[in-house]
Every structure is written in structure tokens, then in C-alpha cells.
């Protein structure tokens, strides 16, 4: 798949973008920010994103939201430190495809993106 990794951690970026690549992915896009993230969204078209909830200047939250209410169709896999079950509903029921935890590792990643939905 192709990627957009929308994370306002240049290093959580980067470990992100190489364990993406190691399970045979490409990112063919960043964002730090939820401004940002919206337009590089417009810009490379992926197939999927990877979506922080905490990132400088707003927050993952409202980037789902905007992404869904302009009816983009990506797999949106949110990652957070934040697994509240209260958070995972409003995320699901705001059109995220699945969550992850942080931290994780190569296999719970693989694992999270082939329970996309």
C-alpha cells in the first residue's frame, strides 16, 4: 500500500516510514502537522494513512474527521499512546479502519494494517 504517515514526530516519522518499508509498503507522503496533513493528503492520494492523535497545531481526531466529511477513502490506522476504550469508539465511529498503541514493534504494526478495515 501507500502511505502517508501524518505524525509532528520527525523520529516517529522516520521509524514509521522504515518499518512501512521493511513489510513491503511505501510512504509516499509526510505531515507534522493536521494542516498539513490535509493537504499532502490532496497532494499524493494514498492508499492509506497512519495518524497520530497528538500533533502540533490540532489533533489526529480532527484530521479524521476531515478527511471523512470530504469523503476520502484511504485506510486511516490511528496510533496513539491514548488506548481508552471511549477514544477507539469515537475514533471508529468518526471512520478510523484500526488503532494501534504506542509504543509497538514490526509485528504488532503488521499485524494492525492486515486488520484494516
Not at 511505501?26 to 490532496?42: C, K, L, P, Q, R
Request: charged share 25%; hydrophobic share 45%; proline share 2%.
Amino acid at each position: 500500500m501507500k502511505f502517508l504517515i501524518v505524525d509532528d514526530s520527525e523520529a516517529a516519522r522516520f521509524m514509521l516510514k522504515s518499518m512501512l518499508e521493511t513489510l513491503g509498503h511505501s510512504v509516499i507522503g509526510e505531515a507534522g502537522t493536521a494542516e498539513d496533513a490535509m493537504a499532502a493528503y490532496d497532494k499524493v492520494k494514498p492508499e492509506a494513512v497512519t495518524l497520530d492523535l497528538s500533533l502540533a497545531r490540532g489533533n489526529g481526531l480532527e484530521v479524521l474527521k476531515g478527511l471523512r466529511g470530504k469523503g476520502a477513502t484511504a485506510q486511516i490506522l490511528v496510533i496513539s499512546g491514548n488506548s481508552q476504550k471511549r477514544v477507539q469508539e469515537e475514533l471508529a465511529a468518526q471512520g478510523a479502519s484500526g488503532f494501534l498503541c504506542k509504543p509497538f514493534n514490526l509485528e504488532e504494526l503488521a499485524a494492525a494494517l492486515k486488520g484494516l478495515r
